[in-house]
C-alpha cells in the first residue's frame, strides 16, 4: 500500500516542533534586544559622562557641570567654582534638567565605604582641568571618603542590570553588565 498524504498526527507532531522553535527564538530575541539597548544607554551615559567633564575643561568660566543620582533618575547640575581648595560650592548645586534617556532607572546606588546607600550624591567636574569632585560630604550628611560610586543601572523592569562605576581618586569610569537568567 502506496502512502500519498500526512496523517493528522503527523502534521500535528510538526507544527507543535515549530510552535516551541519559535517561541524559544522570540524570547531568546527579546532578551538579546533588551540588553543591547541596556548597554547602548550605558555607553551613552558614560559619554556623557565624560563630554561634560571635557566642557568643564574647555570653558572659559568658572563654574563646576556634573550630575545628581537621586530618586532613582539621573539630572544635569551646576554649582560655582570657588577655589582650589573648596572646589565648588557644594551647598548650592543647582539642577539645570532631566537626563532624559528611554525609561533608564538607577535601581541601586553604593559607595563602597558606606553600610547603606546614600538616596543622592552629586558628582562634579571643576575648572580647569575637569578633575572630578565628589563632596566628602553628600547631599544626605553620610561621609563616603576615597571610595567609588557604583551606579546600578536598569531599564523599566527588564533582568539585565549594568553597573556604572566611577573611581572616585582618578575619575575613571567603568561599567560592567550583570544579567540574571
Known sequence: MERKAFTIIELLI?????????????????????????????????????????????????????????????????AEYLNPFLKCDKENVEVVRDYDEKNLKVVNMDVEALSISPEKIDILYYPPLGATFIPDIDLTGQSIGHADVRLQLGMGSKINRAQVILNRKNGAIFKEYDTDE
Open 14 to 78: 510538526v507544527i507543535t516542533i515549530i510552535a516551541i522553535i519559535s517561541t524559544v527564538t522570540v524570547f531568546s530575541y527579546n532578551k538579546t534586544r533588551a540588553a543591547a539597548e541596556l548597554q547602548l544607554v550605558t555607553d551613552q551615559l558614560i559619554s556623557n559622562f565624560r563630554e561634560v567633564k571635557n566642557q568643564v575643561r574647555n570653558s572659559s568660566t568658572a563654574l563646576c557641570s556634573g550630575f545628581r543620582i537621586a530618586d532613582e533618575k539621573i539630572y544635569y547640575v551646576e
